[in-house]
């Protein structure tokens, strides 16, 4: 199978821009890129290949057989584990709502596919472009189920410490650095969670005002809490104003 594989990547990788190598030089040249990134050696190559074979490439290569998609179960789970692990020991003063929030904030599918694009992991994965049909959206949950894939395959090939180290690097600092963990601007869920804890009645939006021209309306959004106005917002959407009310709501309510 790992020749029949290294034939199509060699393919797919577009061999023509090293002509100067041969097959297996090139399919070499890969794998040493492949591993310059992970940072170690790799024991079993199988792990690698199943987990940067998108499900639409059996339709280029049926013989492969296997995609990525068992292997993105296991590395979701892995991912989960230790990013749940360290948010419990650096955050100790935060409660179970903070690290959840947290915790979804750096494992979620955009988080993720982001990752991906900062460190180029398109140029190692194996997927059918006609599967796209255009869409950039559908590129970056490839991308992004690959991601988790290949936390899964360095969990089965280097064990997990590795897998620690490797997320940590990649997807937890970088996470916390850009403050993420901090900022919940979700002021409308955050609006709702308090309605629920204090048993009132689901806050709903009235939009009193909108003016201006078509391109470059403002919108006058108010919010309603138990029949009264608990905060008003505006915006140049409504999806912004909305959320502008109900932080003025929570800043009252609070």
């Not at 050696?41 to 690698?48: E, K, T």
């Not at 339709?59 to 492969?64: Q, T």
């Not at 021209?213 to 905060?231: L, M, S, W």
Request: hydrophobic content about 35%; aromatic content about 10%.
């Amino acid at each position: 199978m790992i020749s029949r594989f290294f034939s199509r990547i060699t393919r797919f990788f577009g061999k023509s821009s090293k002509s100067s190598l041969s097959g297996d030089e090139y399919i070499e040249l890969k794998i040493g890129e492949l591993q310059e990134f992970l940072n170690f050696s790799i024991n079993n190559r199988v792990y690698f290949i199943k987990a940067l074979t998108h499900r639409s490439y059996l339709d280029i290569s049926p013989e492969l057989k296997k995609n990525n998609e068992r292997l993105e179960y296991l590395g979701d789970a892995v991912l989960d584990l230790i990013v749940s692990e360290y948010l419990f020991k650096h955050y100790p003063d935060e409660d179970e709502g903070f690290l959840t929030k947290s915790r979804s904030h750096l494992v979620d599918k955009k988080s993720l596919a982001d990752t991906a694009e900062n460190v180029n992991l398109e140029r190692f994965i194996l997927y059918n472009k006609k599967f796209l049909r255009g869409s950039e959206g559908g590129l970056r949950t490839i991308l992004a189920d690959a991601m988790e894939a290949l936390i899964g395959a360095i969990y089965l090939d280097q064990g997990l410490e590795t897998a620690k180290i490797f997320v940590k690097k990649h997807i937890i600092r970088p996470g916390v650095k850009s403050g993420t963990l901090h900022a919940d601007n979700n002021y409308k869920g955050q609006l709702l969670e308090l309605t629920h804890v204090n048993k009132w009645e689901n806050p709903t939006y009235k939009c009193v005002n909108e003016e201006g021209p078509q391109h470059a309306k403002t919108f006058t959004i108010h919010v309603i809490v138990n029949d009264e106005i608990a905060g008003k917002g505006t915006g140049k959407n409504k999806k912004g104003a909305e959320q502008e009310a109900a932080k003025e709501a929570l800043d009252k309510l609070s």
